[in-house]
């Protein structure tokens, strides 16, 4: 990319000609004036600088979405050039929320990276919003969701189911339609012929939910009203694995996932939930490309069902 569009990406990236000039190692007047010269050459202003930080012009707008245009085409040039060797050498930065991070990728990549040792793997976590728009700007080259809203902007295959169950401690509930961890490891819960807890014994329950914005949260609201109970929230947190914990503390009841579960839990207790939300599909979603790497691919096809 010509060093006068790098310019202006890197200012609208930064927020401000002084990090912009920082992070090109350039001075501040030198890059001020590399952009002055592109504005004057269009005759228009692509940033309005008493904003703070910096936004884009109309024009600035088509010129970003434009410059969008010629990286990603560099990119994929460069990938193709990179693939001809095969998977021999080449990265892979990949984006999980904690939950995926933690519970999902840890296998996945250790197969990965036995198989293809010359790649160097990054792993980044945030929530999957953000993770959202880091695939958007290329910042990252595959993550992970279940939201279809966010399924539907990128190019997208199937990477695994989960199952939502209610983590209660034996001495909070106990019940005979109670799971062990044991049983939940071994399926039992998958099963149809798996009772379910009362709506009954739910509305009398204390929670720990995820904060809104969060997929489980959702979900959690939507459980919520098909059994018609007004839920008595405890604590809104961020991480799953903290409600997790605070349910095995005997805090409150929280909404868990399957995949969480280890037979190491004590004092926890497990039930199915009547309810079609309870069962989440994630997706594996890509940047929408004409070309996509052999290591994203080879990393996508690790997790397909």
Sequence with gaps: MEQELEYIYAVHKAGSFSKAAESLHVTQPALSMAVKKIESSIGMSLFDRKARPLELTKAGKIYIASIGKILAAEEEMNAQIRDIDGLKSGSLCIGGSHFINTCILPEIMTEYSRRYPGIKLELLEASSAFLADMLTERLIDITFTCRDDIIAQFTHYPAFHDHILLAVSSEILSLECALSADDVISGKHLHAECPCIPFEAMSQLEYVILSEGNNLHDRAMMIFNEAGISPKIKLEISQLSTSYHLAGAKFGAAFVSD??????????????????????????????????????????????P
């Design 259 to 304: 995949k969480m579960i280890n037979s190491n839990e004590n004092g926890l207790s497990f039930y199915r939930i009547d309810s079609p939300v309870t069962e989440r599909l994630f997706y594996t979603v890509l940047p929408k490309r004409e070309y996509t790497p052999k290591a994203v691919r080879a990393f996508s096809e690790l997790l397909r």
